[in-house]
């Protein structure tokens, strides 16, 4: 069975400077990715401020809006402000079994965090991880550590997992890590390339939406997702063990461009037995 997952960050719902409202549009966008697991960064789980200025602002948090009765939602709270609060979720049409809050803020000008959900995907445990890492390049490589130490810790040697997010990585120097530490592949390691177009209705118009499948050579560049309007930097991956990968997908021109400053990446995945 084929397993879709997404990665995506959402810019806590609202454009660069919070003047205008964007989950709406999120929500719909989210819908269109028809994916089993969504991993989600910059979710605000409560923002006084913006639920005062903008119209039509959910009452509940952003993971379980977005999520809304076709998912599963969990939320882990890295970044608390007066007005509110914000961190990564994951949204998964499969029961979710066990969550963990890791806290890797490496100094007090960054609260940064990575979610662990258990994730039984028809009985098979997949150890799913939600991660946003930090600004800086020697906090990014303690918290890759970080996680490294505890995926080694608590999982057993062969679990299926994914960590997927956005890793800030532009210069593409974790990957090394990731691949000697932990066993895993990246999606975009596939040795082959392919651009197509689906055509949605899900927005009330008929709509072309850019789907990539890019060969990366491993360790040197990964997809391009950021800024979303000309995206040239890499900073989301979607790193896994255990699993065949089918397909894996940038998606890029309109809505995704207007809706957050990343695009969302969507990979095909199934359980290898």
């Known amino acids: 069975m084929k397993l879709r997952?997404?990665?995506?960050?959402?810019?806590?719902?609202?454009?660069?400077?919070?003047r205008q409202s964007r989950i709406h549009g999120i929500k719909?966008?989210?819908?269109?990715?028809?994916?089993?697991?969504?991993?989600?960064?910059?979710?605000?789980?409560?923002?006084?401020?913006?639920?005062?200025n903008h119209a039509l602002w959910p009452e509940d948090g952003q993971h379980d809006f977005l999520a809304g009765e076709s998912h599963e939602a969990v939320y882990g709270?890295?970044?608390?402000?007066?007005?509110?609060?914000?961190?990564?979720?994951?949204?998964?049409?499969?029961?979710?079994?066990?969550?963990?809050?890791?806290?890797?803020?490496?100094?007090?000008?960054?609260?940064?965090?990575?979610?662990?959900?258990?994730?039984s995907v028809h009985g098979t445990d997949v150890h799913c991880f939600v991660i946003h890492l930090g600004l800086f390049a020697v906090s990014r490589r303690r918290q890759v550590a970080k996680l490294v130490m505890q995926i080694k810790r608590d999982l057993p040697d062969n679990a299926p997992l994914i960590i997927a997010g956005d890793f800030n990585d532009w210069t593409q120097r974790l990957s090394r890590i990731m691949y000697q530490e932990l066993a895993v592949s990246e999606v975009f390691?596939?040795?082959?390339?392919?651009?197509?177009?689906?055509?949605?209705?899900?927005?009330?118009?008929?709509?072309n939406h850019i789907l990539s499948k890019v060969n990366w050579p491993r360790?040197?560049?990964?997809?391009?997702?950021?800024?979303?309007a000309l995206p040239w930097l890499s900073l989301d991956r979607v790193y896994q063990r255990?699993?065949?990968?089918?397909?894996a997908?940038?998606?890029?021109?309109?809505?995704?461009?207007?809706?957050?400053?990343h695009v969302p990446i969507v990979a095909s995945l199934s359980l290898r037995s």
């Open 28 to 52: 719909n966008a989210v819908d269109l990715l028809d994916a089993d697991l969504v991993f989600l960064q910059e979710v605000q789980g409560r923002h006084d401020l913006h639920a005062r």
């Open 249 to 261: 997908l940038v998606l890029r021109g309109a809505p995704w461009d207007t809706l957050s400053d």
């Open 189 to 207: 390691d596939q040795r082959s390339s392919k651009v197509g177009k689906v055509v949605s209705t899900a927005f009330g118009r008929r709509t």
């Open 242 to 247: 255990g699993f065949q990968i089918h397909e």
């Open 77 to 119: 709270m890295n970044a608390v402000y007066d007005h509110g609060h914000h961190g990564n979720a994951l949204l998964s049409r499969f029961p979710i079994t066990q969550v963990n809050n890791y806290d890797v803020s490496d100094h007090a000008y960054e609260q940064r965090g990575i979610l662990h959900a258990v994730v």
């Open 5 to 18: 997952i997404a990665t995506y960050n959402i810019h806590k719902g609202v454009s660069s400077f919070g």
């Open 219 to 228: 360790w040197q560049s990964h997809a391009k997702t950021f800024p979303a």
